[in-house]
């Protein structure tokens, strides 16, 4: 028998609150327990400490196992699930291959711009609002999950030899904390001193020091660490001001990659691209409705 959570008016009521934010960011799901708890301190609904993360990460947990939320509302980036799993049979597979069969096609909308830009994140977490984002213009997106390792650079470097004429341009977003701040000064001191390379455009996008007041994002006390040598410099330059790039709602991280990428790219060519790859989805359609047709008759 499965065990019954103690629904107290309280935790009736934070749930009632939990709901209202999941309607409202309806576009944006599914979203991560961090973005949901985010949004309730930012209301100030909660407190922002750990103590009222571990219980709002309870309250969900027994929300979803008796239907107050969906499962489809919430993910979990960190555990990643690699399906290994077979096919049921011959005719399953071929079933299956004919409905993705030319399907996927994404022409490089970037051809002909002047500027190769690419958006790097500091954590995975949000890799969902960045890529949906993104995609339309397909631009890649990188998640450094913590300071960058030097294969994910060496990639980056190819990929930059790989359009020796475009101006290559790192769109970085990032928390606003000691750590936050120093990963993209890591990542400039590597690529220019360690592999010799010239000309990226840098850009911390977010969190700025400006979207913190204007948003009235709450602080995070953990992100400052005592013992930690890139605490003093930060406090140094910006007082004991830390906070989380998931404090942004949604729509307006989602507004602010959109403008970061337009603001590269001229939009003009960007469009004409996007015309010549609709025209070439279309002739695919064609072809893979002549190569279905062919197939069934085989296998009848």
Not at 186 to 192: F, G, I, N, Q, V
């Amino acid at each position: 028998m499965r065990r019954q959570f103690n629904w107290t008016p309280f935790q009736i009521d934070k749930l009632s609150k939990v709901q209202q934010i999941l309607t409202e960011l309806e576009k944006y799901k599914p979203l991560t327990l961090r973005q949901i708890y985010y949004q309730m301190v930012s209301r100030e609904y909660i407190e922002n400490t750990k103590s009222q993360y571990v219980l709002l990460s309870g309250l969900l947990k027994h929300a979803r196992l008796e239907d107050f939320i969906s499962w489809d509302d919430i993910e979990d980036r960190v555990r990643p699930f690699h399906d290994l799993r077979g096919d049921p049979g011959m005719d399953d597979f071929i079933d299956s291959e004919l409905d993705i069969f030319l399907e996927g096609y994404r022409r490089d909308l970037l051809s002909g711009q002047e500027k190769r830009p690419e958006i790097w994140i500091e954590k995975d977490a949000l890799a969902g609002i960045f890529t949906r984002a993104a995609r339309a213009y397909t631009i890649p997106v990188v998640v450094c999950r913590g300071f960058t390792s030097i294969s994910v650079l060496n990639d980056y470097r190819l990929r930059i030899s790989s359009h020796e004429n475009a101006v290559p341009v790192m769109l970085y977003f990032g928390d606003f904390d000691p750590s936050g701040v120093e990963m993209l000064e890591a990542m400039k001191e590597t690529l220019r001193h360690e592999f010799g390379i010239e000309g990226i455009e840098f850009k911390r996008v977010a969190l700025l020091k400006e979207d913190i007041e204007k948003y009235r994002l709450p602080h995070n006390p953990d992100a400052i660490k005592k013992k930690d040598t890139r605490s003093a410099k930060h406090v140094e330059r910006f007082g004991e001001l830390a906070v989380e790039l998931d404090a942004l709602k949604p729509d307006v991280l989602t507004a602010r990659i959109r403008e970061a990428i337009e603001a590269e790219l001229n939009i003009d060519v960007f469009n004409l691209e996007v015309k010549t790859w609709r025209v070439e989805l279309d002739k695919l359609s064609g072809l893979k409705k002549r190569v279905t047709a062919k197939m069934n008759e085989e296998k009848s």
